[in-house]
């Protein structure tokens, strides 16, 4: 596979957006498909910087009921870290005076970083845990969740545009009952369960330094980086250890990373669909976003309070550049000949005739 490209942007290009660590740190872990299970420290700096990450998360910061749901979280966290390794967390960390002090604990070198970072793990899953059952719970139809997950993803491509960010084509859809089928017989890794895109989203911006301010702008403002599924990411177009070094104010950042910028040299970025051309290009990945859902709360029997009031639902994202689309779309990599190639390896199986 050929080299992945490398945009060539300072900073000044994009005023509008703010490229910290942190923020640094979220497109990183969207282009690698790691997970924030292995992180060992966060970059926030204050408290307003967590309510918008806790907002991007569905939360209300200083909603009552947001707030004791996200207490709860912590409770059932440090239940577990202390049954499960008999050891107390450090006291801001067991008992801190505001929940949003975790967060700048972990950002901060100390001897309580690693437990808010452990604290902070524990609550992910549990949170995730929790969505997912009061998503079973619920009396509604999925596309009522669809409705309000496009409602949520036009809003931020509208507030995209907005911060400067280029975006030339835009396009949102639901995989029909036939497009399922033929990637369910298609290929033998695919589970009905696995089918991640039923819902999904495709970017196509004028150049690559505007997809990497696109997915800066997504991870403050429509899903939070945490809930990006791990493993489920391809990335042929950026070079993350390039641009960084490439630019005068990324690379003054370098040193702060978590990991060493090499690590994006020995790591596979790119798990191709066999379906797909040689030549073809993008940025792609699978988010569990979490989606507010206060207004469905009345139709849920023997609903409780601890089941809190965010669910999360399957979308994907795929981001290109306007040349890569260009290129996309011509030759090999033609759409139509994608399908043709499903469509051949579905009668194969099916005759049982495949040989690989």
């Known amino acids: 596979m050929a080299e992945p490209l490398v945009f060539q942007a300072t900073l000044a290009d994009l005023p509008a957006l703010s490229f910290g660590l942190q923020p640094l740190e979220q497109v990183r872990l969207i282009l690698s498909g790691e997970s924030v299970i292995d992180w060992r420290k966060m970059a926030f700096t204050r408290h307003s910087e967590v309510d918008d990450f806790l907002r991007v998360s569905g939360f209300e910061p200083y909603d009552p ?49 690693r437990d808010a970072c452990r604290m902070l793990k524990v609550m992910h899953v549990i949170h995730h845990v929790d969505g997912r059952e009061l998503l079973f719970r619920m009396p509604v139809a999925l596309s009522d969740l669809f409705h309000k997950v496009e409602q949520r993803v036009f809003g931020a491509i509208d507030g995209m545009k907005a911060a400067g960010v280029r975006v030339v084509e835009f396009a949102g859809s639901r995989k029909t009952q036939d497009s399922i089928l033929t990637k369910l017989l298609a290929r ?21 330094g505007d997809t990497f301010a696109a997915l800066s702008h997504m991870a403050a403002h429509l899903f939070p980086f945490n809930y990006v599924v791990p493993g489920a990411a391809r990335n042929d177009l950026i070079d993350f250890r390039r641009t960084i070094e490439g630019d005068p104010t990324f690379a003054a950042l370098k040193s702060l990373l978590q990991f060493p910028i090499d690590r994006e040299e020995i790591k596979d970025r790119n798990q191709a669909n066999i379906f797909s051309a040689k030549g073809f290009k993008m940025i792609n990945f699978v988010v569990d976003l ?67």
């Open 65 to 113: 009921v947001d707030v004791a749901q996200i207490q709860s979280v912590h409770s059932r966290a440090l239940d577990y870290l202390t049954r499960t390794f008999d050891e107390k967390p450090h006291d801001g960390v067991a008992d801190p005076d505001d929940i949003r002090d975790l967060f700048l604990l972990a950002s901060q070198p100390g001897p309580a970083q």
């Open 188 to 208: 033998r890794d695919s589970l009905a369960a696995e089918v991640h895109d039923k819902l999904r989203f495709r970017i196509v911006t004028e150049d690559l």
């Open 290 to 356: 979490p989606v507010r859902v206060e207004d469905l709360i009345p139709h849920i029997p023997d609903y409780r309070p601890e089941f809190g009031r965010i669910v999360f639902t399957l979308v994907e994202f795929q981001l290109m550049d306007r040349v890569t689309d260009e290129q996309n779309a011509s030759g090999d990599n033609r759409h139509s000949l994608y399908k043709a190639r499903q469509h051949k390896r579905v009668h194969e199986r099916l005759e049982g005739t495949s040989e690989d």
